[in-house]
């Protein structure tokens, strides 16, 4: 159900957390399943609106896509499948040379890709690739690259090994819309679409979230790669924070959900609150407070608090976390984390980290949500509370987040909230 604005949506106090808060696709239930064909314009579509532009992945302005470059989303949901649109112009090849499923798309084709998160914890989280001819690769990561992550897939594994991991249900389809594939003559254009029906059931898969239900939220982002690569234009940038210029900075690098943007489940269009012009259908950025996530300022402390647990280890020879903030010292944003560390009245607010040992098992490697938990040896555990409506945000070492609602008489500290 649609959780409640939390009590830091009018506070100035919390204005650079807000925003630096990616934007939110709100996405309407639909009843009827659809008809997975790469018909992006059948009338299911029609009153669903395309989200903003691409743009370049590390959110400059300069060198980014041109309009006759232009790509764009859009999203719905039923009770199975999220729904995934997606239309793409070109005005360079676009190609397509991989026919094989779970073929590396992204090494030599054009290619659409889709990232997701849905308990927004960093792991375990799903990718999918789609190239012009509808040949798809499915992976799951069960952290990031940066984290020591490997990819599960049936491109390096068989049924029945550790790092296997495909889908069961998903329904891809492709279109070419005008001009064609693989077409090297001067001046050529291309128009295609992607259409995409994602099992929840195969999203979830290794995690411990439930289904989908109105006023949920999924950490999601789309990219889309040209050029062996040279190219990667994405929904939202991928900014984080980068202890070593003091500064939020745009990486070239997919693998950060912690910058994705946001999924909201809606009900269905004609149950809206403003059915007429369907204004909170579609994309929106975090001024809109009624549809904030209220976990995102601890979300975006806790995450630069990790940052800059990564930059101190490998800056001190002992290679140990620092046990305070004080020893932090400038590799954090003061700004960010002032809020919740300055003395309250009411005592709210605070930032805790906490040292680990434990035994060193690569224990994400088993795929169990619960066994992701295990920390490495000498590793760290940050617990950021927010001041006032008490959300609370863990990380740990290997970027495993985990987020708690304030409590409440039917609520307790280990019910996670999505």
């Given at each position: 159900?649609?959780?409640?604005?939390?009590?830091?949506?009018?506070?100035?106090?919390?204005?650079?957390?807000?925003?630096?808060?990616?934007?939110?696709?709100?996405?309407?239930?639909?009843?009827?399943?659809?008809?997975?064909?790469?018909?992006?314009?059948?009338?299911?579509?029609?009153?669903?609106?395309?989200?903003?532009?691409?743009?370049?992945?590390?959110?400059?302005?300069?060198?980014?896509?041109?309009?006759?470059?232009?790509?764009?989303?859009?999203?719905?949901?039923?009770?199975?499948?999220?729904?995934?649109?997606?239309?793409?112009?070109?005005?360079?090849?676009?190609?397509?040379?991989?026919?094989?499923?779970?073929?590396?798309?992204?090494?030599?084709?054009?290619?659409?890709?889709?990232?997701?998160?849905?308990?927004?914890?960093?792991?375990?989280?799903?990718?999918?690739?789609?190239?012009?001819?509808?040949?798809?690769?499915?992976?799951?990561?069960?952290?990031?690259?940066?984290?020591?992550?490997?990819?599960?897939?049936?491109?390096?594994?068989?049924?029945?090994?550790?790092?296997?991991?495909?889908?069961?249900?998903?329904?891809?389809?492709?279109?070419?819309?005008?001009?064609?594939?693989?077409?090297?003559?001067?001046?050529?254009?291309?128009?295609?679409?992607?259409?995409?029906?994602?099992?929840?059931g195969d999203t979830l898969a290794h995690l411990s979230s439930n289904k989908p239900q109105v006023g949920d939220r999924w950490r999601i982002n789309?990219?889309?790669?040209?050029?062996?690569?040279?190219?990667?234009?994405?929904?939202?940038?991928?900014?984080?924070?980068?202890?070593?210029?003091?500064?939020?900075?745009?990486?070239?690098?997919?693998?950060?959900?912690?910058?994705?943007?946001?999924?909201?489940?809606?009900?269905?269009?004609?149950?809206?609150?403003?059915?007429?012009?369907?204004?909170?259908?579609?994309?929106?950025?975090?001024?809109?407070?009624?549809?904030?996530?209220?976990?995102?300022?601890?979300?975006?402390?806790?995450?630069?608090?990790?940052?800059?647990?990564?930059?101190?280890?490998?800056?001190?020879?002992?290679?140990?976390?620092?046990?305070?903030?004080?020893?932090?010292?400038?590799?954090?944003?003061?700004?960010?984390?002032?809020?919740?560390?300055?003395?309250?009245?009411?005592?709210?607010?605070?930032?805790?980290?906490?040292?680990?040992?434990?035994?060193?098992?690569?224990?994400?490697?088993?795929?169990?949500?619960?066994?992701?938990?295990?920390?490495?040896?000498?590793?760290?555990?940050?617990?950021?509370?927010?001041?006032?409506?008490?959300?609370?945000?863990?990380?740990?070492?290997?970027?495993?987040?985990?987020?708690?609602?304030?409590?409440?008489?039917?609520?307790?500290?280990?019910?996670?909230?999505?």
């Amino acid at each position: 159900n649609m959780v409640p604005p939390s009590s830091l949506s009018a506070s100035n106090e919390f204005r650079l957390h807000w925003s630096l808060c990616p934007h939110t696709y709100i996405a309407p239930y639909i009843g009827t399943p659809l008809k997975v064909n790469g018909d992006i314009n059948k009338p299911e579509w029609s009153r669903i609106p395309w989200s903003s532009p691409f743009g370049d992945i590390t959110g400059k302005e300069e060198g980014g896509p041109l309009p006759t470059q232009k790509t764009q989303m859009k999203m719905a949901w039923d009770d199975e499948y999220l729904y995934i649109a997606a239309i793409i112009h070109s005005d360079f090849p676009v190609l397509a040379s991989f026919h094989d499923r779970n073929d590396p798309i992204y090494q030599r084709d054009s290619d659409f890709e889709v990232f997701i998160d849905p308990p927004h914890s960093c792991h375990n989280y799903k990718e999918l690739e789609v190239n012009p001819i509808n040949t798809v690769w499915n992976l799951m990561l069960n952290k990031p690259y940066e984290d020591d992550g490997q990819e599960h897939s049936g491109r390096i594994a068989k049924e029945g090994d550790s790092l296997y991991y495909e889908v069961r249900k998903q329904k891809t389809a492709t279109k070419i819309l005008s001009g064609s594939v693989n077409n090297h003559e001067a001046g050529a254009t291309a128009v295609w679409s992607v259409e995409i029906a994602m099992s929840h059931g195969d999203t979830l898969a290794h995690l411990s979230s439930n289904k989908p239900q109105v006023g949920d939220r999924w950490r999601i982002n789309f990219s889309r790669v040209e050029k062996k690569g040279d190219i990667n234009w994405t929904w939202r940038p991928q900014i984080v924070w980068d202890p070593t210029q003091r500064k939020f900075v745009g990486k070239i690098n997919m693998h950060l959900p912690d910058a994705w943007g946001y999924l909201q489940f809606a009900p269905p269009l004609d149950m809206s609150d403003d059915q007429k012009n369907n204004s909170f259908i579609g994309e929106i950025d975090s001024n809109l407070q009624k549809y904030r996530d209220p976990s995102w300022p601890a979300k975006i402390v806790a995450m630069n608090i990790y940052y800059a647990q990564r930059q101190y280890k490998d800056s001190h020879p002992n290679g140990k976390y620092a046990s305070t903030l004080e020893e932090l010292g400038d590799l954090v944003n003061t700004d960010l984390v002032r809020p919740f560390t300055v003395e309250r009245s009411d005592g709210s607010g605070s930032v805790v980290i906490s040292l680990t040992s434990s035994p060193g098992s690569k224990a994400e490697d088993k795929q169990s949500d619960n066994d992701s938990e295990k920390g490495d040896d000498n590793g760290y555990n940050v617990k950021v509370t927010t001041p006032m409506d008490g959300w609370v945000v863990t990380v740990t070492n290997s970027r495993l987040v985990r987020v708690f609602p304030p409590f409440s008489h039917s609520q307790t500290a280990e019910k996670e909230a999505l």
